[in-house]
């Protein structure tokens, strides 16, 4: 198993561009996550996707779309790339979202390598 | 809103020291609480997940402990290697957010011969 697997590695853009992350895993996962990480501020999430054919927002979704092409794959699309959007940005995977009384195991989520993109 | 600190920021060992990371978090209503290892330039690895009624989890060298409480978790390395060197996170699940996770800034360990 590839576990989660993103692309491209690297990425960078000039402002007002637009692209699209790529995100996939083969864990038969129902859930799916993209994060950003910047430096002194921890993972933030931007959009999850509890299950197949659902997306919601997360804490820093401006600027950003997402689509859930099946139950393997979740894209991110940034519109018109602004400076303020580089980062390094983690796609993630979990069984099952949080239920309560599920398994511990069920609700570990899985990180891809990431992708650094820089907007200038 | 939930805020996860982790003190130190950066912390470096000699090799075979017992070691402790700390992870503090300001509201108590948690589901659960993971710790995660990232390597640079690499993503996220989950070490240990902690659901709110339970008290500490254990796996090899690693073991982590959860007072809800207080709103602390400790995270303890038993006789630390070289290869223990990365960035050590946590993050917390409230109840009712579904899949989303709130992470701390992290702490960045290494350990030395």
């Known amino acids: 198993n590839a576990g989660v697997t993103q692309t491209p590695k690297f990425q960078v853009l000039k402002t007002g561009q637009s692209m699209t992350l790529q995100c996939a895993q083969d864990?038969?996962?129902?859930?799916m996550y993209w994060y950003r990480q910047d430096p002194g501020m921890g993972l933030r999430l931007i959009y999850y996707?509890?299950?197949?054919?659902?997306?919601d927002k997360g804490e820093v979704p401006n600027g950003y779309n997402v689509s859930r092409l099946n139950k393997r794959e979740f894209s991110l699309r940034l519109e018109s790339a602004a400076p303020s959007q580089t980062s390094v940005y983690f796609c993630?995977?979990?069984?099952?979202?949080?239920?309560?009384?599920?398994?511990?195991?069920?609700?570990?989520?899985?990180f891809g390598p990431g992708t650094r993109l820089t907007v200038l | 809103k939930q805020e996860v600190t982790q003190i130190p920021a950066a912390l470096s060992v000699p090799e075979g020291e017992n070691l402790v990371l700390n992870c503090s978090f300001t509201?108590?209503?948690?589901?659960?609480l993971q710790w995660f290892r990232q390597d640079p330039g690499k993503g996220l690895t989950s070490l240990l997940l902690?659901?709110?009624?339970?008290r500490e989890q254990t796996s090899g060298r690693l073991n982590a402990s959860l007072d809800k409480s207080s709103g602390r978790s400790t995270l303890y390395i038993a006789a630390s290697q070289p290869g223990d060197s990365a960035t050590y996170l946590c993050?917390?699940?409230?109840?009712?957010?579904?899949?989303?996770?709130?992470f701390g800034t992290g702490t960045r360990l290494q350990v030395t011969l």
């Open positions: 993630a995977s979990s069984r099952l979202p949080g239920l309560a009384g599920g398994l511990s195991s069920t609700d570990t989520q899985y």
């Open positions: 864990m038969n996962h129902n859930s």
């Open positions: 996707s509890a299950s197949e054919g659902t997306t």
């Open positions: 509201d108590s209503a948690i589901y659960n």
């Open positions: 902690i659901q709110s009624s339970q």
């Open positions: 993050a917390v699940k409230l109840t009712g957010t579904a899949s989303k996770l709130t």
